[in-house]
């Protein structure tokens, strides 16, 4: 990224003082994106970010058919008609679109299948991410933890719910995982078709759900799918007996969801949309390159989610800041074009340029300062262990704030005063991190980091042990019932305050009310 910044400060300042007096040629390139969401809108800005990064100029022109082939088709054609010199195609569907690409070629357009391919050979250049590795990263994962499940007189049931198999995407990512499942006679293995949309995926969950025979693991195609079948656990009960995984791990989505326990994985798929530019550029100007490029993945689970999240957030952030930049300074370079604007023009490229320049500085501080905040971040975690002076702080969380005793050193202030605000704001289920930091002055970051060091684990966790031990203690000395109980320290449903009761306290609310 930081490559990636530097290149695009030389673009401006080129573009900036040579826009007058240089002719050369600029690119059109058409994109026609099979439907919208937010794992494209993040391709779609990466693209336009890389318009003028390279040698070559391009100029992007976007167009989306919202899963409807017939439009696509209809939609390439007047991309074609407009003067393209490229066409990027991601196919709603692999055989209808052929013909459309045929007839681009026909022309002499170059034609690159980003994502989904077609059903014939008939394109330029393929670039995507390698969807048979994802499914077979997400199918070792799942394995994995099937076989650390406590299932008393069956196999684990792991189901996979594809999308479209009509799509190349869902019929390479059902492939690897299956591949993976084979041999594996100690499972119980089955897959189902949905398409891409979470409704559908929610319908055939609870279909199964409601046969009696749970799924332990569930595998959805993408993260969309899987907040459908997030939705189905809930309503039927049964949150904390199926375990779910999807694809994607954009933020918002799959990322936060692994972070939430909403999903046990996901798997972050490359968008690649400066790669993409790069390869059309590369074929338009007669410069070597591959027909077939793979793009890399990541496999996302609990322990990593976090710092992953934190890093993508920031460049998608980034991203959106420069083509914002970007789209002012074509609008003010524009104003090259008459005489009687020059001078105003220049004043405002050069002052967008300076803010551009100062943003930059700002992501490469903040880029550095992250790094360094987790190297050191494991150095606190062996001092905190190490010194037992510190052991002892967890203590004040579990202990209620009139009992606290006196603070000896800053980190019991601290300690004190987050215990106090988690207290005070316990029994408001919108409580996030966010909020608890601007309430201790502190950045989510420096909370994370400073919760983390002190307790060994993250202040999620803590705000979750603080609310079920509150509620244990309700459980013992009122009469409340359990869902008044679940309310009032902080959980949407009764049933999810029950779940998260057993696996903290080994048995449930009611359990511990018959004990009495």
């Not at 006679?185 to 891409?196: G, H, P, T």
């Not at 007996?241 to 936060?256: A, F, S, T």
Request: glycine fraction near 8%; aromatic fraction near 8%; include cysteine.
């Amino acid at each position: 990224m930081r490559i990636f910044l530097l290149h695009l400060i030389i673009i401006i300042l080129g573009t900036t003082f040579t826009s007058c007096t240089s002719q050369q040629k600029t690119y059109k390139i058409g994109v026609s994106q099979c439907a919208p969401g937010p794992w494209r809108d993040k391709v779609n800005h990466e693209m336009l970010a890389a318009q003028h990064l390279f040698e070559y100029d391009a100029k992007v022109i976007i167009a989306t058919s919202y899963d409807d082939t017939q439009h696509q088709i209809k939609q390439i054609d007047s991309l074609v008609n407009s003067g393209i010199d490229l066409l990027v195609v991601a196919p709603n569907e692999a055989g209808p679109i052929s013909n459309a690409i045929e007839k681009v070629k026909a022309k002499g357009i170059p034609v690159i299948c980003f994502d989904r391919k077609v059903e014939n050979d008939n394109y330029t250049a393929f670039i995507g991410g390698d969807n048979v590795e994802a499914g077979k990263a997400i199918g070792v994962n799942a394995i994995d933890i099937a076989h650390g499940l406590q299932v008393d007189g069956r196999k684990p049931f792991i189901l996979e719910i594809t999308a479209a198999l009509s799509n190349t995407p869902a019929l390479e990512r059902h492939q690897g995982f299956a591949k993976v499942m084979e041999g594996h006679d100690e499972l119980e293995y089955v897959w189902k078709e949905s398409n891409w949309s979470s409704e559908e995926t929610c319908r055939i969950l609870k279909e199964q759900i409601e046969t009696g025979h749970l799924p332990d693991i569930v595998f959805c195609h993408n993260d969309g799918m899987a907040t459908g079948a997030y939705k189905a656990v809930v309503e039927t009960g049964t949150e904390g007996k199926i375990r779910i995984m999807g694809i994607d791990g954009m933020p918002g989505e799959g990322l936060d969801y692994v972070q939430f326990g909403h999903q046990i994985a996901s798997y972050v798929y490359p968008t690649g949309g400066d790669k993409i530019i790069k390869l059309a550029l590369d074929i338009l100007t007669g410069k070597p390159y591959d027909r077939e490029n793979k793009l890399q993945g990541i496999l996302v689970v609990p322990e990593n989610a976090w710092p992953i999240a934190t890093t993508t957030t920031e460049l998608l952030r980034q991203v959106e800041e420069l083509v914002t930049i970007q789209d002012k300074l074509e609008g003010y370079l524009g104003l090259y074009n008459t005489q009687r604007k020059v001078l105003v023009g220049s004043l405002v490229a050069i002052v967008l340029l300076v803010v551009a320049i100062i943003l930059i500085w700002r992501a490469l501080v903040q880029t550095r300062r992250t790094t360094r905040q987790r190297q050191t971040m494991n150095e606190e975690q062996i001092l905190f262990y190490t010194n037992p002076d510190t052991r002892t702080l967890r203590q004040v969380f579990d202990t209620p704030s009139d009992q606290v005793p006196q603070p000896r050193s800053q980190d019991a202030i601290f300690a004190e005063t987050l215990n106090k605000a988690i207290r005070d704001n316990m029994s408001n289920p919108e409580l996030k991190m966010d909020d608890l930091g601007d309430e201790l002055g502190m950045s989510r970051v420096q909370l994370y980091r400073k919760v983390k060091s002190l307790t060994g684990i993250s202040p999620v966790e803590l705000l979750r042990e603080m609310r079920l031990q509150r509620g244990y203690n309700l459980l013992l000395s009122t009469t409340k019932s359990v869902s008044e109980i679940a309310f009032e320290v902080g959980f949407n449903t009764p049933s999810y305050f029950s779940n998260c009761f057993k696996k903290q306290f080994g048995k449930y609310p009611t359990d511990l009310r018959a004990e009495q």
